[in-house]
């Protein structure tokens, strides 16, 4: 387990973390959630040993492997191919390696002057090291990484490239694939998907599904915490409150828990206020001076009810009706393109698209699949090889594309961006309505663009398209440096937004709550789906299915020669461990639930028996004693008997625990 215990760090004299104590449960599965610099990456780089707190002290399990993701690649790796770099995923294997190399040279050199206590005891640490060195899997780590890889979208072709070859977004893929396949003991990922594609998202999911051990993830992708995590960390306004259920649970038992503590803050202000009242009344009075001390003492002992921080970021983001337009808001007419002097390799050949007025259409695929290409193609960035696209009566579009930053010059105010892309003799009237409409309202519409977060220059981006209306939105990753709470804003304002949508997005939640239809990219070709994210996935899994069905026997042979093949070693191996520990896994959820169960009760009933203590100590309590003590010996009664039932429920969780160490 981890341990935080009243852990501090301060930066520039402010706290981003205050006196702050959890737990973190060995194969627990812990999303940590919280606003953009709430110090979710702090403590993570505690865990690991990069950054030290101020105050308190972190306990971490001696002996246990741990795996993150960082963002900066390792100096030197940059001349390394990218397979070598992949596969090199566990340092102490060549320690390990080193070591039983010069316990071979040992016994080969001196094998008939050595005596036999001496020959005994390399054996045998020759045979412990090499139970070692394939218990961390190094001779399956070249497929491994193969496998990550090529499922992260990288093309075989590409292994031996070296790291330095690719971009940044390419690099960090190959970090991810390099910490998935060393299988560590504790896995902290930070913002996982934040180079990835769908395909890969949905992969990374697959992958983490399956692995057995503790996994602690940071990320703005709520498909990805509803689907792997199973406790919530909240960290927000330097405090950590944890919530025992995935992203879902912890909405809902957020929003419940702040309904009921501002209930009970209007209550105890409510009675704060009667004593003020009654004291400021009967203070003078000699009569009742007593009484009124005793009043005192009363509002003194009544303890401030903390409201936590609103995580949602409060400016709306609501976007103007859509001037009329034509019933079909763009048409694509065997569109064929290709980059200069790669007439060999087209992204597109002879495509037809109608894009049809209030439809929103999701486009999908891998990396190098066309999907900006396509965008660009239909905004007039660039023009087809062959073919055209026709754009419908009266459309208006609105065109926000990766680079947005670009357009976002330093030194102007966020005013005077708005300003500039106003069409020439519109009336600058509703300028300021439609900054406030995206969260910059006020001193805020004269923030310099250099001192905004990527947050802000997106939201930014918008108010520079709606100042202008349009009826026809494009969207290229629109939801890149947007927190959760951002996302979800975007995605209602997008939902509810009348007009036209075409959008690029690696967030499974959010295509999947905003789009009506989806076009999957199949290079040169695309295919269209009438329908919703799940829509897809379920008619796109029939599809592979039927040409599998359909194809020669050569080829279904091959399809499943080459399952067998990928799954060979490392990844049949870990399905039968996972298939072996399946049962051993769904009974150590179902005591865990248990466990926190029985702990919440005790909770309640301590929290009562302290309160009935308090009751019996207080002289001037009007107070029945006779009930009042009937109940509190049934109350302590309840608390032995569900201390034993927490007795036996860990003595269960600790066994279970105990069988996945052996078994691994």
């Known amino acids: 387990m981890i341990d935080f215990r009243n852990v501090e760090k301060l ?31 702090t403590i993570l780089n505690m865990i690991i040993g990069e950054i030290s707190p101020d105050a308190g002290e972190i306990i971490i399990p001696k002996n246990m492997r741990i795996g993150c993701m960082k963002q900066q690649l390792p100096t030197g790796s940059e001349e390394i191919s990218l397979l070598n770099f992949t596969a090199d995923a566990i340092p102490e294997l060549k320690t390990i390696a080193e070591k039983l190399k010069n316990i071979e040279h040992e016994l080969n050199d001196n094998n008939s002057s050595l005596d036999s206590d001496r020959k005994n005891s390399l054996l045998k640490q020759h045979g412990t090291l090499q139970t070692q060195y394939e218990h961390l899997g190094a001779y399956t780590l070249k497929s491994d990484a ?22 940044g977004g390419w690099q960090m893929r190959a970090m991810l694939a390099r910490v998935l396949i060393s299988n560590p003991d504790i896995l902290l990922l930070d913002e996982p998907s934040n180079y990835l594609d769908i395909p890969a998202v949905e992969w990374l999911c697959k992958f983490l599904k399956s692995y057995i051990g503790t996994l602690i993830l940071i990320s703005h992708d709520r498909f990805l915490l509803k689907k792997l995590t199973d406790v919530t960390l909240e960290v927000n306004s330097g405090q950590v409150t944890r919530y025992a259920g995935d992203y879902d649970y912890y909405r809902k038992n957020r929003e419940e828990k702040m309904q009921s503590l501002i209930a009970a803050k209007k209550n105890a202000d409510r009675k704060k206020e009667h004593l003020e009242r009654t004291i400021d009344r009967f203070r003078a009075k000699s009569s009742k001076a007593s009484q009124a001390k005793s009043w005192q003492k009363a509002l003194d002992k009544m303890e401030d009810i903390e409201i936590p921080d609103e995580l949602s970021y409060n400016g709306m983001i609501k976007f103007p009706d859509p001037p009329p337009c034509g019933s079909e808001s763009a048409r694509i007419e065997n569109l064929s393109f290709h980059y200069p002097n790669n007439e060999a390799n087209p992204i597109f050949n002879d495509i037809n698209l109608a894009i049809d007025r209030g439809d929103k259409i999701a486009f999908i695929g891998y990396n190098g699949m066309g999907k900006t290409t396509l965008l660009k193609l239909l905004v007039g960035k660039l023009a087809p090889n062959a073919g055209k696209v026709v754009i419908g009566h009266n459309v208006i579009i ?23 892309n106003l069409k020439a003799g519109a009336s600058q009237n509703n300028l300021m309505n439609i900054l406030g409409a995206f969260g910059f309202s006020g001193e805020a519409a004269s923030k310099p663009c250099k001192v905004l977060s990527g947050g802000e220059k997106i939201r930014l981006s918008f108010a520079r398209i709606f100042v202008n209306p349009p009826n026809f939105l494009i969207l290229d990753e629109p939801t890149t440096h947007l927190d959760i709470a951002a996302r979800e804003l975007l995605q209602k304002a997008l939902s509810e937004y009348q007009g036209t949508v075409c959008l690029v997005s690696h967030d499974i939640e959010f295509v999947r709550n905003v789009a009506n239809t989806i076009i999957a990219m199949e290079r040169p070709k695309i295919r269209k789906y009438f329908g919703n994210y799940d829509y897809y996935l379920e008619k796109s899994t029939e599809l592979g299915k039927a040409n599998i069905e359909n194809s020669p026997k050569e080829l279904k042979k091959s399809v499943s020669n080459s399952a067998e093949t990928t799954t060979f070693d490392s990844k049949e191996r870990r399905r039968e461990r996972a298939k072996q520990r399946e049962k051993l896994a769904a009974a150590k959820k179902d ?7 029985i702990e919440k009760d005790l909770e309640r009933l301590q929290a009562r028996q302290e309160e009935l203590a308090l009751l019996l100590a207080d002289v001037n309590a009007n107070i029945n004693f006779q009930m009042t003590n009937r109940e509190l010996f049934d109350i302590q009664t309840k608390i032995a008997q569900k201390t034993e039932e927490w007795e036996t429920a860990a003595l269960e969780l600790e066994e279970i625990i105990e069988s996945f160490k052996v078994d691994e």
């Open 591 to 597: 005591i865990e639930k248990k466990v926190v169960r």
């Open 398 to 420: 609105g065109y926000q594309a990766q680079e947005f930053k670009d357009i976002l010059e330093d030194e102007m105010s966020v005013y005077d961006v708005v300003r500039a």
């Open 146 to 167: 193969e496998a990550a890889l090529t499922n992260l979208g990288f093309k075989i072709e590409d292994f031996n490239k070296p790291l330095k070859s690719f971009s």
């Open 11 to 41: 930066y520039s004299g402010v706290f981003v973390l205050n006196k702050v104590s959890f737990r973190i449960n060995s194969n627990e599965r812990v999303g940590l959630v919280g606003p953009n610099g709430a110090g979710k990456s």
